[in-house]
């Protein structure tokens, strides 16, 4: 059978998941700083500036995110911040993730017990 790339699937890896979840969740708030914070609180890692750029840059290039400069900010010493927000096929590719995520939970039986952490 001959494949066709437009029907081959197209994963995320896990970093740039994360990064979407979390360019969604702060929406006009979305800069690496923020981006960084949100990541490290919610997986309880610290994630380096490097670890955030790169799926970043990688999003932009699939065309699920798109980046534009900030005005100018007194706190930054009138320089201006990388701001982030997901593109239409960004939102559409995060929806598809969650659908993907909760698919393949519900056919997992649940955890035996003595694998679950105390």
């Given amino acids: 059978m001959i ?24 929406r006009q708030n979305a800069y690496s700083v923020t981006i960084r914070d949100f990541l490290n609180r919610i997986t309880g ?18 065309e699920l995110l798109e980046s534009y400069d900030s005005g100018p900010t007194k706190v930054r010493g009138g320089r201006a911040k990388r701001m982030y927000r997901l593109t239409a096929a960004g939102l559409r590719e995060l929806e598809d993730v969650k659908s993907l995520q909760l698919a393949v939970w519900n056919e997992v039986p649940e955890l035996a017990p003595e694998f679950q952490k105390a």
Avoid at 3 to 26: Q, Y
């Fill in 3 to 26: 494949s066709n790339k437009e029907d081959e699937m197209r994963l995320l890896t896990r970093p740039e998941e994360l990064v979407l979840i979390a360019v969604w969740k702060l």
């Fill in 45 to 62: 890692k610290g994630w380096s500036f490097g670890s955030v750029y790169d799926p970043l840059n990688r999003l932009e290039k699939k």
